[in-house]
């Protein structure tokens, strides 16, 4: 799949946003990939993850044990992950702040694993994922996002595969462009909501 044509997935689903957003590492943009509405359609998910599949090395696709994503953005697309490659997907969840594996899943010791972001933008939250999956035994060999808008900031311990990568400007929220602050602000994630 090109660029062009998970750009046209995004345009398709009404998911490439323009206003003046608080993203989830405080940080404000105006713009905005609203993953979820392009996953709520459960044919181009499923497309889309297998796209991505598609360009990960066959060693580590036959190494993979399990898919973990952080909740809530990661889940879809770590389930539609798991389909392609026909592993279970599970989700790290932070009820109290810390992300967390619940609800019964459980890794082996040194089980090999997946984790799946919808986006990675300063990287923090793949971070977090990456902890406390590693904290549950698990051993993160790879990590894959729908999109990478981190513009190369976001580095990891592991290959990393995004089907998109995107470079949209973002600001503290001290320092913002007068054209932006001027726009009513809105938070669609939910980390701290
Ligand atoms: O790379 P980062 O700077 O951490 O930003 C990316 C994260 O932000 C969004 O999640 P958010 O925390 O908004 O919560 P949600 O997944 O529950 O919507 C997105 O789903 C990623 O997890
Ligand atoms: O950094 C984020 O919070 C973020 C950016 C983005 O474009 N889309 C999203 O879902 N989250
Ligand atoms: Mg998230």
């Known amino acids: 799949m090109t660029d062009d044509e998970v750009l046209n997935e995004f345009r398709a689903a009404g998911a490439l946003l323009e206003g003046h957003f608080k993203l989830s590492s405080g940080r404000h943009s105006g ?57 279970d997907a599970m989700f790290v969840e932070r009820p109290t702040g810390t992300f967390e594996l619940r609800r019964g899943f459980a890794l082996a010791p040194g089980q090999k694993v997946l984790m799946v972001e919808d986006v990675v933008t300063t990287g923090l939250s793949s971070r977090e994922a990456i902890a406390a999956i590693e904290s549950a035994g698990g051993s993160v ?35 913002l462009p007068p054209d932006l602050a001027e726009i009513p602000l809105s938070k669609p994630g939910s980390r701290n909501a």
């Open 31 to 87: 713009h905005y990939l609203q993953c979820a509405r392009v996953l709520m359609n459960a044919a181009r998910a499923e497309r889309l993850a297998a796209a991505l599949v598609e360009r990960m090395p066959q060693d580590l696709v036959s190494a993979i044990g399990a898919v973990v994503s952080p909740a809530m953005g990661g889940i879809i697309f770590g389930h539609e992950i798991g389909r392609a490659l026909g592993k």
């Open 141 to 175: 060999i790879g990590m894959a996002s729908l999109i990478d808008r981190s513009a190369g900031q976001a580095v990891f311990d592991m290959p990393y595969f995004a089907l998109l990568k995107m470079d949209f400007p973002t600001f503290p929220a001290d320092d």
